[in-house]
């Protein structure tokens, strides 16, 4: 029954913004440490952003620091992705994940994932 959902992909040009959500169902996250990762075309599933389960410690991968951030709202059971000064290069499917304990960068330590929202940015 536990399930994650991702929204908010789109269609954006280049130095736009986008926001992604991930509701969680079935049960709280409220204690697991949460994560975005991406899988753009042709590549292998990459580490995006993490949020322990307090939400006072952060992780982002060095591509995207500064233009993106996460968040957690644990009242309401889910994580956003708030992406700022897109680029072409940020196209990819991404995908909210989950764990109990701390977050971890790989993505085969998280038990639950989303099913995806695409991200395509124009040039």
């Known amino acids: 029954q536990a399930q994650l959902v991702e929204s908010g992909g789109g269609l954006v040009q280049a130095g736009g913004s986008l926001r992604l959500s991930c509701a969680a169902s079935?049960?709280?996250?409220?204690?697991?440490?949460m994560a975005w990762f991406r899988r753009a075309p042709g590549k292998e599933r990459e580490f995006v952003a993490a949020?322990?389960?307090?939400?006072?410690?952060?992780s982002y991968t060095d591509s995207v620091k500064g233009r993106f951030t996460i968040s957690r709202d644990n009242a309401k059971n889910t994580v956003s992705l708030q992406m700022n000064s897109l680029k072409p290069e940020d196209t990819a499917v991404y995908y909210c994940?989950?764990?109990?304990?701390?977050?971890?960068?790989?993505?085969?330590?998280?038990?639950?994932w989303g099913q995806g929202t695409q991200v395509t940015v124009s040039s």
């Open positions: 949020i322990s389960w307090s939400g006072g410690i952060t």
């Open positions: 994940a989950a764990k109990l304990g701390g977050y971890s960068y790989i993505g085969s330590a998280y038990p639950y």
């Open positions: 079935g049960r709280t996250f409220s204690t697991y440490a």
